[in-house]
């Protein structure tokens, strides 16, 4: 498993400084321009809906959630798939290296960067002021645990995906409506009253309220272990069955 | 006293994959008997789809045999895979290089596979890339190397952990005839120094050039084994005359040959005529003998060749279907 992780850090050094720039521009970008521009307007008209604190506040969570997600899917699906056809998994096969450790060592990485990109969020927004102390470091493992609920099983169905379109597919209709209906920019209280349980279901809506509640100071043992709960059995679950998909794949 | 086992032993090897969407089941390798010993260069001889990767996948562990039995340097490759895979060399048709790599640090993370400590890949690496003629590629990255260094650069990266046994599949498929010379070149050095060698292949020339031994594969069956030299002495005369005729009398004189003496053979027992699509082949023990008769029944073919048989005869002698389609 760990040839198989150095393997991606040994790609990951020639491309970190860029990402690590477009880690940092990225919330830096969304937080100017949606905390303070939206959020001034969210604020001066509709401060009671988002439980009273500041825009930029409630939304920034909501976003450091999100993107978790959306990177750890974008990589453990395409990413999975491009080196399950003609890249890295397949130079890999002929080795002692069995499919159960390829898919150990690529999530493993998956995670290592959800987590760079996650602290590169987070201390945005410590600069911004939105999250402080221990709160910060219990907000930057929720986002990462985010990241690899929706990794883990995106591997394991991408390893058999065959044409890539199916990803972008998956990502316009899947991953993409997610971030309406998971309280990312605005509560789910906000939603029609029959449509909140299905929002009470999606993954993201439980990484979305993990982070957040961690990020404002208001999480509770109990709310919190039942979003653990939730995203670590997807985590959990996506992997054991990724054992099996990847098997079927590399050793037809 | 050691009694040296063959490194690779199938009996009623089988695949089959099972039925998927909409394609039904297929029986890719059906029940083939084979053996290699070490230091044993041998071929799988066949066209494409007649089970060859299928069974190279099942000896390199990486695809579940269906039925039957195989041994692999005295393993079982359902529950030993990573122990054989770690002995093995393997040459796949793509080559799944990295392209934003180094040539030497595809070398060094392949060796990073196979848990190798640092300073013997580094070591390895240096000796590899001079045997690949590719030493002044080290630092270059992958993807600005030519067909043919790529693939001497595979062959390389299987020899990483000394393997047992190194397999290859179609190694020289998609390389220029340059290429294939040099990769053979290499190749033939490997042979000499004793490496084990398992190809696969479609090309005739690179079964008699490289291989002491192989087996002819159809539709997962093998149809027939031996030396390329005895292959051919069996399966076919010792010379050929390819015959080309104006499209509008190629039926009716193909036709007239086939039933003429030279397909009896006259005093030439084995002699035998097979018309292809593009031309007629004629097998005789004497090719200009035969072109006389042809000759002398007034045809007039546009292109008369008389060369050696090879084993491209030897397949289309066993199947009826020539071995490129």
Known sequence: MLHAFGYWLMRYRRTWRGSIVINVLNPLLFLVGIGAGLGALVDDNAPAQIAGVSYAAFFAPGMLAAAAMQNAFLEGSG???RAAGFGAYRSATPTPLDPEQLAAGHLLFITFRVLIASGAFVAVMAAFGLVGGWWALGALLGATLTGVAFAAPAAAWAVGVRKLRHIDTVFRFVIMPLYMFSGTFFAVSQLPEWIRPVSYLLPLWHGVELCRTLSLGTATIT?????????LTLAVGGFLVARITYRRRLHP | MVIAEPLVHARQLTKIYPPRGSTAEFRAVDGIDFEVQRGESFGLLGPNGAGKSTTMRMIAATSPISGGSLRVLGMDPMRQGPEIRARLGVVTQDDYLDNELTVRENLHIYGRYFSLPRAVIRD??????DFAQLQEKAGDQVETLSGGMRRRLTIARSLINEPDILLLDEPTTGLDPQARHILWDRLFQLKQEGVTLILTTHYMDEAE????????VDHGRIVAQGSPRDLIARYATREVLELRFRLDERDTVAEKLRTSALATGGNDT??????LPDRVLVYTADGEAALAAVHAMSLTPLTALVRRATLEDVFLTLTGRSLIE
């Open chain 2, 209 to 216: 050039q490289l291989c002491d031994r192989l087996v002819v």
């Open chain 1, 223 to 231: 709310g919190s272990c039942v979003h653990i709960a939730y995203l």
């Open chain 2, 270 to 275: 084995d002699g035998r005529v097979e018309s």
């Open chain 1, 79 to 81: 990413g999975v798939a």
């Open chain 2, 124 to 129: 390895r690496a240096t000796r590899l890339l």
